[in-house]
C-alpha cells in the first residue's frame, strides 16, 4: 500500500493514514486503498478492534484539493466514482463496522478528516489536536455526512455556529461540544488508546457488534420500539454464541459477587 501502514497486535489492527508530508490528506488512491483494507479486515476473524490513526504531526486534514478538484477538473466521472468510493469505505465499511473503531487523534483533524474521527465509534485526541470545518473560510461549505453528524454530535445551534464560521476547536472544547469522546495529554495518547483498545479487545466479538447495532437504531425509535428491538437482538445473541460466552461471562460475574457479599 503506498498511503496506508497496517499492523495487527494482540486482536487490534492498527491503520495508519500515512502521507505524513500532506498532513495525511485524503487522496484517491488513500480513498481506494482504504476502501479494500477495510473490506479485508471487517471479515478477519483475527480483528476485534481497529485503531485508525495519522502518521507524523497530522491526524487527517481533509481532502487532498489538488488531486480532487485541479488534477481530476476534466475527468468529472473519475472524480465522482472516487468520492462514491470515499463514502462507502466511511459510512458502510467503517461507521458500520462489526468491529469496534477508535480514532486516535493527534494534530489537525479538518475536514474529511473529521468525517473519519466520526464515523468512529470512540475518539480520542492528544491535547495538541486542531478541529474545525474550515470550509466556509474559502467560500465552500461542509459535505452531507459533515452537516449530518456534526447536528447529531452537537446539536444543531452548535454545529450551525462552527461551520458558519469556520472557528477552530481545542481537544477540550471538541469533548464539551461531543465531538470527541474524550481528550488526554498529547504524551499519554499511545497508551490511552492502547489501554482502551485492548480492554475492548477483551469483550466478546458478538456482544461489541450488537450493544453497536442497538445504539445506531435506537435513537431514531420509541421506548416501546427499543425495547422489542433489544429483545430480538439479544435472542439472536444466544443463537449466535455457539461457544457459550455469554452465559459463561454472566456466571463468572454471579459467582464474583456472590464471594464478596
Not at 470550509?135 to 452531507?144: D, K, M, R, S
Request: charge should be neutral; hydrophobic fraction near 40%.
Amino acid at each position: 500500500m503506498n498511503t496506508l501502514l497496517y499492523e495487527l497486535n494482540n486482536h487490534v489492527a492498527t491503520i495508519t493514514l500515512n502521507r505524513p508530508d500532506k498532513r495525511n490528506a485524503l487522496n484517491p488512491t488513500m480513498h481506494n486503498e482504504m476502501s479494500e483494507l477495510l473490506k479485508s479486515v471487517n471479515v478477519d476473524p483475527e480483528v476485534r478492534v481497529i485503531v485508525i490513526r495519522g502518521a507524523g504531526k497530522s491526524f487527517c486534514a481533509g481532502a487532498d484539493i489538488k488531486e480532487f478538484f485541479k488534477d481530476l477538473e476534466d475527468k468529472p466521472q473519475l472524480r465522482e466514482q472516487i468520492l462514491a468510493t470515499a463514502w462507502d469505505w466511511m459510512w458502510k465499511l467503517l461507521a458500520d463496522s462489526p468491529k469496534a473503531t477508535v480514532a486516535m487523534i493527534n494534530g489537525h483533524c479538518f475536514g474529511g478528516g473529521l468525517l473519519v474521527a466520526m464515523a468512529c465509534d470512540i475518539a480520542i485526541a492528544g491535547d495538541e489536536a486542531v478541529f474545525g470545518l474550515p470550509e466556509i473560510n474559502w467560500g465552500h461549505v461542509p459535505g452531507g455526512a459533515a452537516s449530518l453528524k456534526t447536528i447529531e454530535f452537537m446539536g444543531y445551534r452548535k454545529a450551525l455556529y462552527y461551520a458558519m464560521t469556520g472557528i477552530s476547536l481545542s481537544p477540550k472544547k471538541a469533548e464539551e461540544e461531543g465531538l470527541i469522546t474524550r481528550s488526554v495529554a498529547q504524551a499519554d495518547l499511545l497508551s490511552e488508546v492502547t489501554t482502551l483498545a485492548n480492554l475492548l479487545a477483551e469483550k466478546s466479538p458478538p456482544a461489541l457488534k450488537t450493544v453497536k447495532e442497538i445504539y445506531r437504531y435506537a435513537s431514531h425509535m420509541t421506548i416501546d420500539q427499543t425495547h422489542d428491538f433489544v429483545n430480538s437482538k439479544v435472542d439472536q445473541l444466544r443463537l449466535k454464541d455457539a461457544d457459550g460466552l455469554r452465559n459463561q461471562g454472566m456466571n463468572a460475574f454471579i459467582n464474583k459477587q456472590l464471594r464478596t457479599t
